[in-house]
Every structure is written in structure tokens, then in C-alpha cells.
T-cell receptor, first 116, second 115 residues
Framework: AQKVTQAQTEISVVEKEDVTLDCVYE???????LFWYKQPPSGELVFLIR??????QNEISGRYSWNFQKSTSSFNFTITASQVVDSAVYFC?????????????FGAGTRLAVHP | GAGVSQSPRYKVAKRGQDVALRCDPI?????LFWYQQALGQGPEFLTY????????KSGLPSDRFFAERPEGSVSTLKIQRTQQEDSAVYLC?????????????FGPGTRLTVT
């Protein structure tokens, strides 16, 4: 079965702290894709990143970085020097492409609160 | 350009009522997904359309749930005889592609509360 686990329900940090959001996944597929989405209070899911199972290079985009490790089935997300605007719920998701289309399987999400 | 829009944004229904939730995808997007997000949980897949064809409805929780996309653009998710457990945010997502891995663009959702 395919599954995504985000063990951290809520994280609270003070502005400028670094914070890492954990994501562990389960899949039997050899080819798969992982995603991170941000859900601000407005409710709309905002795409952050997509990684495929063949590319384990870490990625950095501004203050955001992602660490993909197949050996531990993890795809962790780090925000450096957090800001109040980073406050949101963050979801990790795994693609299920068995039907030929991209159905997403989401974790339960981690609520990040960044305080001034 | 315009993103995915959903209406109404909020809906309160009494138990037993029927509701209809609308999704306007990005113009020209052929793929359309519906997800259900319970409070404090991640979105869960409900159904998938490729143009007007409903290719997967495996996630619909009961036969009270029905979705359609008759002209391959606007989609409606209908819930008959609503129950309290139907209270959730219903998210719609669309994409320009039908195969491979692609980004889904999400709407703001409709928050349904069944009293």
C-alpha cells in the first residue's frame, strides 16, 4: 500500500529559526514522484516542489531546501531563517500513477507557526 | 490568468439535504480531480475526470456522492442526503496534462458543514 506519514502535527518556532518538516513514504513502485504543498489560511494548496525517485540530489530554492533519501524513504523539507509568512500547513504527497494519471496521496500535514 | 475557482466557498446544510459543489478549472485543462479534506487531515482523492470522462471514482465514499463534468470543463460534485461525516473541505484541482507526472493546480475549496 502507498502511504505518506508526517509525524509532526504542529511545530512552533520563532522567526529566523531554521525548521525541518519530516516526511516518510511507503510505496512498492520503483518509479514514483514526491511533492510538497503549502496550504495557507486561505485554503488553496500551493505547489512547492516535485521530485522523482531517480533523482536523489538535494534541492535548494531560496530559503527552502529538500533532502530526498531513498534508503530511509524520506523526503524532508527545511526552511532556513523562517519568517511569519511561512506560517501554514505543509503537506507531503506521493504520486500514484498506476491508473496512468497522477493521483496524489497526501500525508496528514504539519502545521507550522512562526512567531515574531 | 485565472486559477481554479470553486463555489460556494462555504456551505451549511442540514442533515438530509442535497448539496452541489461547483468547480471551474483553468481554461483548457483536461484533467480534473476532486479531493476531500477532513479537519486536521490531508486531502483524500475522490474522483478523476479526463475531459468529460470519469475515469476513476474509486475514492467516492458512498453512492450518495456523484460527480459530473458533462462538457469537459466545469464539474459538479453532488452529495445527496448529507450526513455529518460529510463535513469537510472539498478541493478541486486541474491540470493541462493527462499522463505522466504533472503539477495539479488547486482551487480554494468549498467548506461544507452539515448540521
Amino acid at each position: 500500500a502507498q502511504k505518506v506519514t508526517q509525524a509532526q502535527t504542529e511545530i512552533s518556532v520563532v522567526e529566523k529559526e531554521d525548521v525541518t518538516l519530516d516526511c516518510v513514504y511507503e510505496t512498492r513502485d520503483t518509479t514514483y514522484y514526491l511533492f510538497w504543498y503549502k496550504q495557507p489560511p486561505s485554503g488553496e494548496l500551493v505547489f512547492l516542489i516535485r521530485r522523482n525517485s531517480f533523482d536523489e540530489q538535494n534541492e535548494i530554492s531560496g530559503r527552502y531546501s529538500w533532502n530526498f533519501q531513498k534508503s530511509t524513504s524520506s523526503f524532508n523539507f527545511t526552511i532556513t531563517a523562517s519568517q511569519v509568512v511561512d506560517s501554514a500547513v505543509y503537506f507531503c504527497a506521493l504520486s500514484d500513477i498506476s491508473g496512468g494519471y497522477n493521483k496524489l496521496i497526501f500525508g496528514a500535514g504539519t502545521r507550522l507557526a512562526v512567531h515574531p | 490568468g485565472a486559477g481554479v475557482s470553486q463555489s460556494p466557498r462555504y456551505k451549511v446544510a442540514k442533515r438530509g439535504q442535497d448539496v452541489a459543489l461547483r468547480c471551474d478549472p483553468i481554461s483548457g485543462h483536461v484533467s480534473l480531480f476532486w479531493y476531500q479534506q477532513a479537519l486536521g487531515q490531508g486531502p483524500e482523492f475522490l474522483t478523476y475526470f479526463q475531459n468529460e470522462a470519469q475515469l476513476d471514482k474509486s475514492g467516492l465514499p458512498s453512492d450518495r456522492f456523484f460527480a459530473e463534468r458533462p462538457e469537459g470543463s466545469v464539474s459538479t460534485l453532488k452529495i445527496q442526503r448529507t450526513q455529518q461525516e460529510d463535513s469537510a473541505v472539498y478541493l478541486c484541482a486541474s491540470s493541462s496534462r493527462t499522463s505522466g507526472i504533472y503539477e495539479q493546480y488547486f482551487g480554494p475549496g468549498t467548506r461544507l458543514t452539515v448540521t
